[in-house]
């Protein structure tokens, strides 16, 4: 049963490495052409207690060359010195800030400052993030060049570089980055993140703006885009630059939200898997999120399973000898011998995949591997810390636990 | 056809192709393992007859059989014990071979014994204190820790031990068959020390030891 479960396990891994692999042999270079005029955009920032970050993120966003912007910034009942450091830039026109005497959570927050909104286009930006100059043009010009888009995302990195975890979520980063860009390529992109993202203004006030509650309020919205029909782009040659969580504890806090948000909102849009009427997004794409994780949970099952038998089997052997130990002489032969190929075949080929891939992903965006570490840790152990968190969430929805959004 | 159809048709069937590779790679090691474990069983077998031969061919009381015995025994033993882990190991990740597994191992259990009696004949003519250990397992726990500790002794021994395993779950053997009804045993794990010491459960290391230690000064 066990060998049963791993076959089916690896099978289905290098199923999916091929699949995108497939999808990156027939990827087009697409360039988008900026006119010369642009409309208005509202650039949408909620903050809640993001003292320390607010101010650069200010600073960049109305240093901006664009031309015609404004920034809303929703101040979401900060317990801190966030409104203090906003009204700093006070004096910028372009700035108009919404205090909030009660705290409404992010999708609350954007939607009141949503009523505020005089652009065409609106931009949500997290307060914890800065743009790349030319980003907005791009990303409104692919939305003006195209009326079937809903939204337009960046590629999103880490704004800082200096712990273990961090490092870790730069080749995450890098590599999820060109996998969104892959899935736009097939029209099946299914979530505009908080750290960037524009929207029409309009499409956001007829499916009524941000689900207040939600724990993934960009997940959320990107699927209700799709089902009325609208498309999502991706700016990949723009970046926007996000605090990302700092040690592991952080991490997972904010992936537990996020994996919890996207089990609340499969539930809320059950209606959209294996649905042809929303094409391979609700046919495939949207069972192969539910399989990713399930298989990553389902490895650490395994995982955990090899390592309780090679523990009690030590401790079998430790409480009849204690800690006698002798090496065997060693015979290549032998250990060749000893592997289970069929499961090492289809592993290894999965991996070599996907190992091209992360590759592909580094060089397309134009990155230098600098840290070996983080990055071998990403390739061969990070799903097992990506399952804990989903084993988490799965375990935290069962039980109904408090859900708090940051 | 439209990409992702493509892209979803042509990974289905690179990993299909790719786990089909992987399953007649699995088939061949297979053959190979099957192969490996048939030479050493070869080896063994024509290391133990010649021993024999060459004990019918020396006379009895030739001080020349006791040397060549002695010089070989080290060997003998090892690669037998090396052919009982590796029949484990193998027939555990076998695909397909089952029944092939289960000749070895009767052809193995065969070459055990002729190596006991050998062995317990030389022990007779030679005066050795060699310690022969007939060891019957199953899978369970109690099983695996007297596999360690009986490990530490033929180890501490030192060329003194011989220990002779039986798996117990596995199919018929007629070999397996006597030396069962013969000790009367019923589950694993069961030990018998030269032939006349029987232990019916779990000993630990120092158990064991003081326990052969005195069947020996007994003896």
Same mark, same amino acid.
């Given at each position: 049963m066990i060998i049963f479960f791993t076959y089916l396990l690896v099978a289905s891994s290098a199923f999916v490495a091929m699949y995108y692999y497939f999808i990156f042999s027939e990827l087009e270079e697409e360039g988008v052409d900026v006119p010369d005029s642009l409309p208005k955009v509202s650039v949408l920032m909620p903050a809640f207690n993001e003292s320390g970050v607010v101010a650069e993120s200010l600073e960049n966003i109305l240093d901006l060359d664009y031309p015609d912007y404004e920034v809303i910034l929703v101040n979401d009942a900060s317990t801190d010195s966030t409104l203090e450091e906003v009204k700093?830039?006070?004096?910028?026109?372009?700035l108009r800030v919404l205090d909030l005497d009660e705290n409404q959570g992010k999708a609350g927050a954007l939607n009141r400052g949503l009523e505020h909104v005089e652009g065409r286009f609106s931009v949500v930006q997290d307060a914890d993030s800065v743009l790349e100059e030319g980003t907005l043009e791009k990303a409104v010009a692919m939305m003006m060049n195209d009326s079937g888009l809903g939204g337009v995302i960046s590629r999103i990195q880490p704004l =800082?570089? =200096?712990s273990f975890f961090r490092n870790l979520q730069v080749t995450e980063y890098t590599v999820t980055n060109f996998y969104r860009r892959l899935m736009c390529s097939i029209d099946v992109l299914d979530v505009t993140p908080g750290a960037f993202a524009t929207y029409r203004t309009s499409d956001l006030k007829e499916i009524g703006g941000f689900d207040k509650g939600n724990l993934t309020e960009d997940l959320d919205v990107a699927m209700r885009l799709r089902k009325e029909g609208r498309s999502l782009g991706m700016v990949y040659d723009k970046v926007s630059r996000t605090e990302l969580p700092e040690t592991y504890s952080d991490l997972k806090g904010q992936r537990v939200r996020w994996a919890r948000g996207f089990i609340q909102n499969a539930r809320k849009h059950?209606?959209?898997?294996? =649905? %042809? !009427?929303?094409g391979w997004f609700g046919k495939f794409q949207l069972p192969l999120h539910v399989l990713m994780p399930a298989v990553a949970v389902m490895g650490l099952s395994l995982i955990l399973f090899g390592v309780f038998e090679g523990v009690y089997n030590l401790y079998l052997h430790v409480s009849a000898v204690g800690f006698s130990f002798a090496l065997g002489e060693l015979n290549l032969m032998k250990v060749l011998l000893g592997f289970q190929w069929k499961i090492y075949t289809p592993l290894i080929a999965g991996l070599l995949v996907t190992g091209f891939m992360i590759r592909e992903a580094y060089r397309s965006s134009g990155? !230098?591997? %600098?840290h070996i570490s983080s990055l071998m840790f990403y390739f061969l152990g990070f799903f097992a810390v990506k399952a804990v968190f989903w084993s988490t969430a799965i375990f935290k929805e069962i039980t109904r636990k408090s859900k708090v959004w940051t | 056809m439209d990409l992702v159809k493509e892209s979803i048709l042509k990974a289905a069937a690179v990993t299909a192709v790719i786990l089909v590779f992987g399953v007649l790679i699995g088939l061949q090691v297979d053959d190979v393992r099957e192969g490996y474990v048939e030479n050493q069983l070869r080896e063994s077998t024509l290391s133990t007859q010649s021993l024999i031969v060459t004990r019918e061919y020396l006379?009895?009381?030739?001080r020349n059989y006791c040397k060549v015995v002695q010089d070989r025994i080290p060997e003998i033993s090892d690669q037998n014990t090396q052919i009982g882990q590796d029949l484990q190991s193998f027939a555990g990740k076998s695909i397909s071979n089952n029944e092939d597994y289960k000749q070895l191992r009767r052809e193995y259990y065969v070459s055990q014994l002729r190596l006991y009696n050998l062995l317990k004949d030389y022990k007779q003519r030679c005066g050795e204190e060699a310690t022969l250990i007939m060891f019957f397992f199953d899978d369970s726990a109690a099983s695996t820790r007297q596999g360690s500790a009986l490990t530490k002794y033929y180890r501490e021994a030192n060329n003194n031990s011989h220990i002779f395993s039986f798996n117990l779950d596995t199919g018929d053997s007629e070999v397996l068959n006597v030396l069962r009804s013969d000790y009367n045993v019923? *589950? *694993?794990?069961t030990v018998v020390v030269n032939g006349n010491q029987t232990f019916r459960q779990y000993n630990s290391f120092r158990e064991l030891r003081s326990s052969i230690d005195v069947n020996k000064s007994v003896s």
């Open positions: 700093k830039f006070e004096d910028d026109p372009k =800082n570089r =200096n059950c209606d959209m898997f294996f =649905n %042809s !009427e929303y990155r !230098e591997v %600098s | 006379d009895e009381s030739s019923e *589950g *694993g794990p």
